[in-house]
C-alpha cells in the first residue's frame, strides 16, 4: 500500500529527538515524528513549531488540533467543471469572454493593499489591509457565479488571518454573495514539525467553520502530507456529508515527493469519500482514471498570457495610429496585425 | 503557501502570536471580542532588511559585527553606520526577543548593503 510512512521509512531515526510534538497531542504518531529532519527551531519563522515558548496560546487560536470540534454546516457546492480563475488583466473584459459559468477569483484581489517587497526584497503587506469588493462589479464578474479562492503567499494569509478580527474579514467576505469560499492555505512543508502542521490544519478549518456560521458556502482546503494528515481528513469529510468539493493548492508542488503526496490525498479522497477535489495549479499524472473523473481542475488557463499579448498588440496599434497622425515624420509604420480573438472558456 | 519542500525566498514571514484571550469564554480572537491584534511583527521586525554602506569595497557575503551603531568588517574596520530610526527599532525588535544573528554584505545594482537576517 502506498503511504508517506513507506515512502519517507529512509529518513533520520534521529527524527524522533528533534520533535517533542507528541506530548502536545496523541494525534501526532511516532512516524509523523520520524519524518521531521532537522529539530524544530522555534522560531516562528513561517511556521510554529512544538519548540516555540507560548506554543498552547497558538493551539487554543486553532481551537485545538483535533477536527472533530470544527463543524461546517453551511452547504457547499458541487463543482464538476474547470473554474477559470481570472487575472486582474480581465476584469474590464465582457463576460461573454469567458464561457464558464463558475469563475474563480483570488483573495489577492479582493483586498485594498498589494504586498510590496522591502530592501531586502522580503514580501510585506501593510496594516492597513481590508477587504474591498468594489472589484466585483468589474465586468467580467457580471452574471456569473463567483469562487474565492482564499488562498496565496503566506505573507498575505498570515497577515489577514492575524487582522482578521480588526478587518472583520468573515463578516466582509459573507457580504460579497460568493458562490463558494475556499479555505485558506496554510502551509504545510514536508519534513517540518508535525505540531505546526496540525495547527495549520486546523486553522483553515475554523477560517470555513467561521464563514459557515454566516451561512457562506465553503470549500474546505485540504492539504495533506502524511497519512495521519489524510486519515484525519477522511474521518471528518465523512462526518460532514454537505462538503461536496474540496480543494487542494498545488501550484508549489514541484518536486516529485510533493506530488506524490498530493496523488496519495487525491487518490484516499476520491476511494473513501464522495467529493469532488479541485486542483488549483498542476495536475498530478499518475492519477487512477476513476480517480481523474472526481478532479476539477482550476488555473488561470493561460489567461494571464493571452492579456499580456493584447495588451502589447493594443499598444502596439495605439503607437501605430500616433504615427499615422504624423505622415511628414515619415517613419516606417509597423506592420499591423488583428489583435487575438478573446479567448473563450 | 504550499505544502512542498521548500519555500519561496521572499515569502518569509514571522508568524504573529494570536491576539490575547477574549474573556468570554470563546475561541481565542476568532468569532468574537474586542481585542485588537497587536501590530505585524513583521512590519516592525522584518525577517530581513538591509543598510546602505558607505565603503564599497567590502566582498561580498563577508559577516560584520555591529559596535554599537557601527558596522565594522573585520580587517577592515567601519563599513557603515546605523542612523537613530535603525537603532531604534533593532532595541525595540530585541525587547521583543527578536535579534538578528546574521549581518552579511551583499550587492544589488551596484550598491554595497549590509544585509540583517533573523
Not at chain 1, 477522511?234 to 498530493?262: C, F, G, Y
Not at chain 2, 554602506?53 to 568588517?73: F, K, M, P, Y
Amino acid at each position: 500500500m502506498r503511504s508517506s510512512h513507506n515512502r519517507h521509512r529512509q529518513t533520520s531515526l534521529l527524527a524522533y529527538s528533534m520533535c517533542d510534538a507528541d506530548q502536545f497531542s496523541v494525534l501526532i504518531k511516532q512516524e509523523d515524528k520520524g519524518l521531521v529532519r532537522a529539530p524544530c527551531p522555534g522560531n516562528y519563522h513561517n511556521m510554529v513549531d512544538c519548540h516555540c515558548e507560548d506554543i498552547q496560546l497558538f493551539i487554543d487560536e486553532a481551537r485545538g488540533l483535533d477536527f472533530s470540534n470544527k463543524r461546517v454546516t453551511s452547504s457547499s457546492p458541487l463543482i464538476t467543471n474547470a473554474i477559470p480563475v481570472i487575472p486582474k488583466d480581465w476584469f474590464d473584459r465582457p463576460p461573454e469572454t469567458i464561457h464558464s459559468n463558475i469563475i474563480g477569483i483570488r483573495l489577492g484581489d479582493i483586498l485594498n493593499r498589494r504586498p510590496y517587497r522591502n530592501s531586502a526584497k522580503t514580501l510585506l503587506l501593510s496594516d492597513d489591509v481590508l477587504v474591498d469588493l468594489s472589484v466585483l462589479k468589474r465586468p467580467v464578474f457580471r452574471g456569473k457565479k463567483v469562487v474565492l479562492f482564499a488562498t496565496g503567499i503566506d505573507v498575505v494569509i498570515e497577515k489577514v488571518w492575524h487582522r482578521r478580527l480588526t478587518m472583520d474579514l468573515f463578516q466582509a467576505i459573507a457580504t460579497g454573495n460568493f458562490y463558494a469560499v475556499t479555505g485558506m492555505n496554510f502551509s504545510l512543508f514536508l519534513h517540518e514539525c508535525p505540531l505546526g502542521h496540525l495547527i495549520n490544519l486546523n486553522k483553515s478549518l475554523v477560517f470555513c467553520e467561521e464563514l459557515s456560521k454566516l451561512g457562506v458556502p465553503v470549500i474546505p482546503h485540504v492539504y495533506a502530507i502524511t497519512d495521519t494528515h489524510r486519515e484525519m481528513w477522511i474521518k471528518w469529510l465523512q462526518n460532514h456529508p454537505n462538503i461536496k468539493t474540496v480543494l487542494i493548492n498545488t501550484q508549489m508542488q514541484r518536486d516529485n515527493a510533493s506530488v506524490h503526496e498530493v496523488e496519495l490525498t487525491v487518490e484516499k479522497l476520491a476511494a473513501e469519500t464522495d467529493v469532488n477535489i479541485i486542483l488549483n495549479g498542476r495536475q498530478p499524472k499518475q492519477l487512477l482514471n476513476t480517480t481523474r473523473e472526481r478532479v476539477v481542475i482550476s488555473h488561470q488557463f493561460n489567461l494571464k498570457n493571452q492579456a499580456i499579448v493584447e495588451n502589447a498588440l493594443v499598444r502596439q496599434y495605439e503607437e501605430a495610429a500616433k504615427l499615422m497622425e504624423q505622415p511628414r515624420l515619415q517613419r516606417a509604420t509597423p506592420k499591423l496585425r488583428s489583435p487575438a480573438p478573446y479567448l473563450t472558456l | 503557501m504550499g505544502s512542498s519542500g521548500e519555500r519561496k525566498s521572499s515569502d518569509t514571514l514571522r508568524i504573529n502570536k494570536p491576539a490575547s484571550a477574549t474573556g468570554d469564554g470563546s475561541s481565542i480572537g476568532v468569532s468574537g471580542g474586542n481585542s485588537a491584534p497587536s501590530p505585524d511583527i513583521n512590519n516592525l521586525c522584518p525577517i530581513r532588511f538591509r543598510i546602505k554602506l558607505t565603503r564599497q569595497d567590502v566582498s561580498v557575503g563577508r559577516t560584520l559585527a555591529l559596535e554599537g551603531n557601527i558596522l565594522v568588517a573585520p580587517n577592515i574596520g567601519e563599513v557603515g553606520k546605523l542612523n537613530a530610526r535603525v537603532t531604534k527599532r533593532l532595541e525595540t525588535c530585541l525587547g521583543l526577543g527578536i535579534s538578528y544573528t546574521t549581518i552579511t554584505t551583499v550587492i544589488d545594482q551596484g550598491i554595497y548593503y549590509a544585509e540583517f537576517s533573523q
